[in-house]
């Protein structure tokens, strides 16, 4: 079946067509969700965030220049919105070196996972700082270039290699333990 | 520890971009750096899992709230053009007005131009149509300004009769007056006279009768 790209039917949103929107949304709501999932560590924080990434995007609609992919752009916003989430949760914290708190209240909801190699991705990526876990999740869960990485995250190319790989230093001890 | 040469090889073998000599390197490191070894196989492990990360079904969720009918298209009145097109026809407004642009119906024909001035025919005539409105005019205010003197030397006219006529009846009654008060002067000068004239013809007779008393009684008379 004939799919409509992204841009077309950010257009057609534009103009104020809801099936447009709609079929944006079906198209990304479910790695937006797996986003949000891996962002936050839980599946409410999750949807809470899907919903406020959404709203976001159609409010920024507009200011769409068709300058490269809308999942990129798309993802930017996701980005800027989840660091907005998680300075409304922990105002206090640095968003780029500390890294995630680990607690019985913060322990990510593995259970709702049924594969264990996810719930080890998953609670593996709870322990990265949000900075990490930003260039992590674009790069392994969305196969975006380093390039794209940067741009979405407003970063040199280098510091999101670097970023990278600091992130698997930390991920290889926790996946160690893991699976020892 | 940063090391910029195993970020940039992780990096590009990660895009699949390493060169044949990066892969040699790349390769060397693998065997002799444990720590790069297993990084890189750290990597690996993490790509694999993450393609086969379990996907989690989506919740109900409140999509509905997300469009808003502010981004809808607007109305033909408040689209763009709208702005641009009112800007347009005021400065066409302008340039009319400024450059005398005219529009002229004669016999039914319309007659779009520009205004340059009137040529010379015009000028005459115009000259000629205020001179002729300047005589009559003239004309007008020399006829009233006649009328006006005519009509204050009738009125002088008739002030100075009436004022002849007054000052002669005047002068008559005084000459009247005059001659009554002669008259009466003459009359009052003529009693004395007559009144003297008596008195001495009085003592006269009295002179007479006292000269005569010896003779006779005396002659007894009486004056008022």
Avoid at chain 1, 24 to 44: A, C, V
Avoid at chain 2, 11 to 17: M, T
Avoid at chain 2, 158 to 179: I, K, N, P
Wanted: aromatic letters at 10%.
């Amino acid at each position: 079946m004939f799919e409509r790209r992204d841009e077309q039917l950010v257009s057609k949103a534009l103009k104020g067509d809801r099936k447009a929107w709609f079929a944006l949304i079906k198209r990304y709501e479910q790695p937006i969700y797996q986003y949000g999932i891996r962002m936050t560590g839980n599946t409410h924080d999750a949807a809470d965030l899907m919903q406020d990434i959404f709203v976001s995007v159609f409010k920024s609609l507009a200011n769409y220049r068709h300058e490269g992919a809308f999942k990129g752009w798309l993802f930017k916003i996701a980005h800027y919105r989840c660091m907005e989430f998680y300075r409304r949760k922990r105002p206090q914290q640095s968003l780029d070196e500390c890294p995630e708190q680990e607690s019985e209240e913060e322990a990510p909801e593995t259970g709702i996972l049924s594969n264990e190699s996810s719930k080890q991705v998953l609670s593996a990526m709870q322990k990265l700082p949000i900075a990490q876990k930003a260039v992590v999740e674009l790069k392994f869960f969305h196969h975006f270039t380093f390039e794209e990485i940067a741009q979405q995250l407003g970063l040199s190319s280098n510091t999101v290699k670097s970023r990278l790989y600091s992130a698997l230093s930390r991920l290889k001890l926790d996946l160690e333990v893991e699976n020892a | 520890m940063r090391n910029p040469e195993y970020e940039s090889l992780i990096s590009k073998w990660l895009e699949n971009k390493l060169t044949t000599e990066e892969s040699l390197r790349f390769d060397q490191l693998c065997l002799e750096d444990e720590i790069f070894a297993q990084r890189v196989a750290n990597a690996s492990r993490f790509t694999l899992a993450a393609d086969q990360f379990e996907q989690l079904p989506l919740p109900e969720w409140n999509k509905e709230a997300t469009f808003f009918e502010t981004n809808a298209q607007p109305r033909w009145w408040q689209r763009q053009w709208m702005p641009m097109a009112s800007m347009a026809m005021s400065v066409v407004a302008m340039v009319m007005v400024l450059s005398g642009f005219q529009v002229q119906m004669t016999d039914g024909k319309m007659t779009l131009g520009f205004d340059r001035g009137p040529d010379e025919k015009e000028i005459n005539q115009l000259v000629a149509k205020r001179l002729d409105e300047y005589k009559e005019s003239n004309q007008l205010l020399l006829t009233q300004y006649m009328d006006a003197m005519a009509k204050q030397q009738q009125e002088n006219g008739a002030q100075l009769t009436q004022y002849l006529l007054s000052s002669s009846r005047q002068e008559r009654r005084e000459d009247f007056a005059e001659l009554v008060k002669f008259i009466n002067q003459q009359r009052t000068d003529d009693q004395r006279f007559y009144a003297r004239q008596i008195n001495d013809l009085e003592q006269e007779i009295e002179a007479i009768g006292s000269t005569y008393s010896g003779l006779s009684r005396p002659l007894e008379t009486s004056h008022e």
